[in-house]
């Protein structure tokens, strides 16, 4: 074995202690190094020494990180913590060569039944983590002494760059220096605001001592730069032992899983302390000449992007970087220089593309992948087997995902991942597809993230697979749930998951609450969620009768008590009366093309037709219920044009007014092209709103911004312009009703005969002549 050197953090017989930053490509470099110098006869890494049986598969051909070591409580797979390893992490080089020479490699730290219990004691108690958030930053604490403001810059200045640029004569040398500041910084500073750390240390020694019975003191340990002293401390093994003298302690299961660059970056939450994990990776990965290399990919990045980048751009960004670092003094190019390199020449000065290479390239989307023989629950081994069969591969990139529910291949995938929604696993999102809005489209969009690994161990309390998890989890949420509308929507669920086991006991619990719930605005929440749910059962050709009986009996109910619901309500209530009101009439359409409903369409008629005339009811849900008559054919224009005429007439209160206008114009109903089309209506409004009087006009103006606001600016644009043109006498209706501003005297033939040409074009050589054309 190859002698120590002089001044390492445990002396020239201790075992040798190699401080790293996490994730770090330099130390990686550096502890590859020094591995390779030394030779130890073990190697101890930091982590949990509940892994050590994974260790193993560190060496197998389909072990590809970014990966974590994944423990989890048992009695609580939510409790859970990662440990990420990159393929430029030091800890994961010194696995991996151990694994390459044979040689014994072993997990040192708190075991993760102790730190797993520990989490849950700090919940417990109201803190947020170990350190609840007062730690010192060593890197930031050292960079400050050299006058840096920028850690990050310091990390790669100091020990980045001088790696990659070959180290130093003496492997060793780099730790030694690194204990040094440390040893200096936790007598400056002790624990630095980690008190947990003290026993993690405690746990480190024991396990240090023993391995040096086993393997003799030739062993060498990859662990934080920050553990270092206290790893070289003499301390006696019954102190260490009394430190972990009764800690709790709870059953733990490991495995691992796949990680993201993503989720090693430092804006992810989970600590990895690094802000570039791609720029790391291509620093570790480079084999010579990692500017050049770096400037090829974001210009393969950008050209994909439809930016034209030539040969000459890569070739003038990389002189540009080398000229930056040397005028800032740096030893060589560092993420800094190459960006803002890449921003003058390649971006034309523009951060819009650089955020772009930032997304994918500085930060990036690597997913990695473990082995089929790692450990996971029977839930986990389904969902894989299922992702396989139906080719639906999980990617860290988010991605849109188009279905046909036609296509057998389709509709299972869409079964799956609504199935997983049921049960908290969120791998897709439902999204509003490009293409058909029928029944028979859906849209979805994916993105796998590594805690959806958690949620899945979550989610193997309900089964083992997919199918009856998701079966026993809504059996459970219909019995468990209180209110109505949270039924309803679990009705829907099941459709959309295709749990025909499930979907019995979903109905009783329908049966049963519907029966017992009196509040018309819970029946009319309730409904909709039965209307789509009919929807798509039909498209899954599933049984829905039931459903159907429940659903028409709820519309109803509705139908008898909305209308003295919505009077007397403040602008809150009418908000919500209004969107419920939305909501009915959209549900009990669907209803009618749907189950044998005789009838309902035209009893919600009658309800409309009430509330438009009942002056108790608040004026956005008159205006609303007006609109909706009209749309359907069940109001003449005559008859809109009065009922508008009473709302906007001078003895009504300008917000009441305006609450009506919001109702029947607002923008989620279209009530812009109503009144780019309709100059009858435009006048009546265009009447009012003149009218209002100054000192009042300031209180509907939120409103009336609200409702103008939602338009499309094209209808914006129109509106405007068919005002500013002025009044027209010569379009003075016969009723008496004001002339709209900008509208032409009659239907102008020559212009509209202008258009056939085009339209043949559009449609074809048998496109309908002028008459058809024309009307």
């Known amino acids: 074995m190859t002698p120590r050197g002089k001044g390492t953090a445990a002396g020239p017989a201790g075992p040798l202690l190699l401080g790293v930053r996490h994730h770090g490509p330099g130390s990686a470099r550096a502890v590859l190094a020094a591995l390779e110098a030394v030779r130890p006869s073990a190697v101890l890494v930091e982590?949990?020494?509940?892994?050590?049986?994974?260790?193993?598969?560190?060496?197998?051909?389909?072990?590809?990180p970014p990966v974590a070591l994944l423990a989890h409580a048992v009695d609580d797979p939510g409790r859970a913590a990662f440990w990420p390893l990159a393929d430029f992490s030091p800890e994961w080089v010194a696995i991996r060569w151990a694994s390459a020479h044979g040689i014994p490699v072993r997990f040192v730290d708190l075991p993760a039944a102790h730190s797993l219990a520990l989490t849950e004691h700090r919940e417990e108690s109201g803190k947020d983590g170990p350190e609840d958030g007062r730690g010192i930053d060593p890197i930031g604490i050292l960079a400050g002494a050299a006058g840096y403001d920028d850690p990050e810059r310091w990390w790669e200045d100091v020990v980045e760059h001088r790696a990659a640029g070959g180290g130093p004569a003496d492997p060793c040398a780099p730790f030694a220096a690194l204990a040094e500041a440390m040893t200096a910084l936790r007598e400056a500073y002790g624990d630095g605001g980690h008190p947990q750390d003290a026993v993690r240390e405690a746990a480190m020694r024991l396990q240090l001592r023993a391995a040096r019975k086993?393997?003799?003191d030739g062993i060498a340990v990859v662990c934080g730069a920050w553990h270092v002293p206290?790893?070289?401390?003499?301390?006696?093994?019954?102190?260490?032992?009394?430190?972990l003298k009764g800690m709790p302690k709870v059953r733990t299961e490991l495995t691992w899983v796949p990680w993201t660059h993503r989720r090693l970056a430092r804006h992810s939450g989970y600590g990895a302390g690094i802000e570039s994990p791609g720029w790391y990776g291509h620093l570790f990965g480079a084999p010579d000449r990692p500017v050049e290399r770096w400037m090829t990919k974001v210009a393969g990045l950008l050209r994909v992007a439809d930016r034209p980048v030539s040969s000459a751009d890569v070739i003038e960004a990389v002189r540009l970087a080398g000229t930056l670092a040397a005028l800032r003094g740096r030893p060589a190019v560092g993420l800094a220089e190459a960006t803002d390199a890449v921003r003058a020449v390649m971006c034309e000065g523009s951060d819009?593309?650089?955020?772009?290479?930032r997304d994918r390239l500085v930060v990036g989307e690597t997913l990695g992948e473990v082995p089929d023989t790692a450990p996971a629950v029977p839930l986990q081994r389904d969902l894989d087997r299922q992702q396989r069969t139906l080719r639906l591969r999980p990617e860290a990139e988010r991605r849109e995902l188009e279905l046909d529910l036609r296509k057998d291949t389709d509709a299972a995938r869409s079964r799956l991942l609504h199935r997983l929604r049921l049960l908290g696993v969120h791998w897709g999102e439902p999204a509003v597809?490009?293409?058909s809005t029928?029944?028979?489209?859906?849209s979805w969009r994916l993105r796998w993230e590594p805690e959806l690994f958690v949620r899945t161990a979550e989610a193997g309390v309900w089964g083992t697979t997919v199918l009856g998890a998701a079966t026993a989890r809504a059996e459970s949420d219909a019995v468990s749930s209180s209110s109505l509308a949270g039924v309803t929507t679990l009705a829907e669920q099941c459709?959309?998951?295709?749990?025909?086991?499930?979907?019995?006991?979903?109905?009783?619990?329908?049966?049963d609450r519907a029966a017992l719930d009196t509040d018309v605005g819970h029946l009319a929440d309730a409904l909709p969620a039965l209307a789509r749910s009919l929807r798509y059962g039909d498209v899954r050709s599933t049984d829905t009768a039931a459903l159907g009986e429940v659903a028409v009996g709820l519309a109803e109910r509705v139908c008898v008590g909305l209308p003295p619901a919505c009077t007397g309500l403040d602008a809150d209530a009418a908000a919500e009366a209004h969107r419920r009101v939305d909501a009915v009439h959209t549900a009990i359409g669907l209803l009618s093309g749907a189950v044998r409903a005789d009838g309902l369409p035209e009893r919600w008629a009658g309800v409309l037709h009430k509330l438009a005339a009942r002056d108790t009811a608040a004026g956005v849900i008159r205006g609303r219920a007006t609109r909706l008559l009209l749309d359907d054919g069940r109001l003449a224009d005559s008859e809109a044009a009065r009922l508008m005429g009473l709302a906007l007439s001078p003895g009504t209160a300008p917000p009441d007014a305006a609450a009506w206008i919001e109702g029947f114009v607002g923008g989620a109903a279209g009530g812009g092209l109503l009144l780019v089309h309709d100059e009858r209506l435009l006048g009546l409004v265009d009447a009012w709103l003149t009218g209002i009087p100054a000192d009042m006009f300031t209180g509907v103006l939120p409103l009336l911004r609200r409702t103008f606001s939602a338009y499309e600016p094209g209808v914006r644009r129109t509106l405007g312009e068919l005002v500013r043109r002025g009044p027209d006498p010569g379009r003075a209706r016969d009723e008496g009703v004001p002339a709209a501003p900008g509208f032409g005297e009659g239907l102008d033939e020559e212009r509209a005969d202008a258009v056939l040409p085009v339209l043949r074009l559009l449609l074809g050589p048998d496109a309908p002549g002028r008459r058809a054309a024309t009307g």
């Not at 949990?48 to 389909?62: F, I, N, S, T, V």
């Open 438 to 442: 029928g029944t028979f489209r859906e």
């Open 47 to 64: 982590g949990p020494p509940e892994g050590d049986a994974l260790l193993p598969l560190a060496a197998h051909a389909r072990m590809r």
């Open 433 to 435: 597809g490009r293409g």
């Open 214 to 216: 086993e393997f003799g």
């Open 230 to 243: 206290a790893l070289g401390a003499r301390t006696t093994v019954a102190a260490d032992r009394a430190l």
């Open 495 to 511: 459709l959309l998951a295709g749990l025909p086991e499930a979907l019995p006991v979903v109905m009783r619990a329908l049966s």
């Open 352 to 357: 819009v593309p650089l955020a772009l290479v």
